[in-house]
């Protein structure tokens, strides 16, 4: 069982964490000021630690300093009460593996701690485990030096010359203050891009705040990126900070980039060339200084020439751009990152799978990935839950992996659409062929329209008999008026 040791000056806190975390089988040991905290982690030596920002003797800063001067790899928790984004920043830019505001929800306590000692442990043993590999084991990977040394945030950056391409790039544009864009397919890695660059920048020690701009609403699009003050509108019970004050002195990734309104793009414009900021609803400007990391999986200048996107704010950010390629394109890459993910799901399920049988491997080489890497990974955390044996069989695998070759040999038969017809009798009259372009076109247009009557126009179905994401599907069925 993993030990906690909790350290808070409220008896009633420490009462309640011991006895819903004891419940969840954890060991929990409690103290109430600095000094006995650090005397009982010295004898407990725990797994995790929860204290409190404000304790009665010293504060949780010191305490956390503390911490890491003797266990530099103990995660540690912050508990506060108080909405100040220092102390955020502070423990943060300290070591400490997360904060917690009170009030205190059970879920989100158990869901942190338990990532918390999984990440710590996989840190823990990522050296081992990487060369406790068998080089003749097919199902068992060897991760070779220069691999090895690019997991150190816990994101393999492979070793093809893909991926060596993509290596230099965030290497060459990390140390620098540049604003990035960063392209690619759902799924492919662009967050992991993002924090990459950060961890190599000199903002290292600083926060990465991460927003998903396509998950959020209008309404609350502006509330989260500046914050807000209390009562500045309804529902603004009290004072929020948002994402730009979060990251102040760090980087703020905006996945998703152009699904922002106008207006807030506007707002977010002006922040950008000021670097100040107002909270809704406030008078006083906030100095920032905030690299600003963007993605997008569609073309921001294709988007603002179609006027969804501000022209001027794609020029701010189109300092540098990196393209992350589709899964598809990085197959020698493949198994580091099958490996990789397994460990980790090893970790959180406390399982103790050992590798992939030859059945899997192949048809992981010869799947196309639609979902590319969080497909890749979504697939191993099932295959691992449901595996009873040491390696990852078949018979866990998700239909469309295990009959790839099935859907792909599928015949369709293609008949000629009215416009392509229409197009070829335009062209017969005019003694010419149509252009190269249009011809393919064509071909797209009809195979999309068969294979959706095929499914009966389920759009899930088509795109995974296509080989594509949802997103472009429905971007082809927009490009064909379908």
Known sequence: MKKIVVVDDEADICFLL???????????????????????????SPDLVMTDFRLGDITGTELLSAIKAKSPHLPVLVITGYSDIKI?????????????????????????????????????????????????????????????????????????????????????????????????????????????????????DMPFVAMDCGAISKELAGSELFGHEKGSFTGALQTKIGHFEMANGGTLFLDEVSNLSYEIQVALLRVV???????????????????????????????????KFREDLYYRFNEFTIEVPALRNRTDDLMLFAEKFLEATNAELGKNITGFSKEVIDDFVNYSWPGNLRELKNVIKRATLLSDGVLIEEKSLPFEIVNHRKLKDLDVEVSPAPAATAIQEHADADDS????????????????????????????????????????????MKQFDI
Do not use: C, W
Not at 177 to 192: D, H, M, Q, R, T
């Open 433 to 476: 062929k149509p252009s190269l372009k249009t011809v393919a076109n064509e071909a797209e247009y009809d195979m999309i329209m068969q294979v959706l009557r095929d499914v009966n126009f389920n759009k899930s179905k088509a795109a995974r008999l296509l080989n594509i994401d949802r997103k472009t599907l429905y971007n082809k």
């Open 273 to 307: 060339q000021e670097r100040k900021m107002r909270r809704i609803g406030g008078s006083k400007e906030i100095d920032l200084d905030v690299r600003i990391l963007v993605a997008s999986n569609e073309r921001l200048l294709d988007s603002a020439k179609n006027g």
């Open 88 to 204: 955020a920043v502070n423990v943060m830019k300290l070591g400490a593996y997360d904060y917690i505001t009170k009030p205190l929800f059970p879920d989100e306590i158990l869901i942190t701690v338990k990532k918390a000692i999984a990440d710590a442990e996989l840190l823990q043993d990522e050296p081992q485990s990487v060369a406790s590999h068998d080089e003749n084991a097919p199902h068992a990977p060897k991760l070779s030096r220069k691999a090895s040394s690019r997991m150190k945030a816990g994101y393999v950056m492979g070793e093809s010359d893909v991926s060596d391409n993509l290596f230099r790039q965030v290497d060459l544009v990390a140390p620098t203050n540049f604003s990035v864009i960063i392209y690619g397919e759902s799924g492919s890695g662009k967050e992991a891009i993002a924090q990459e660059i950060h961890n190599r920048s000199r903002r290292r």
């Open 18 to 44: 011991k006895r819903f975390l004891s419940k969840n089988d954890f060991i929990v040991e409690t103290a109430q000021t600095g000094k006995e905290g650090l005397a009982l982690i010295e004898s407990v």
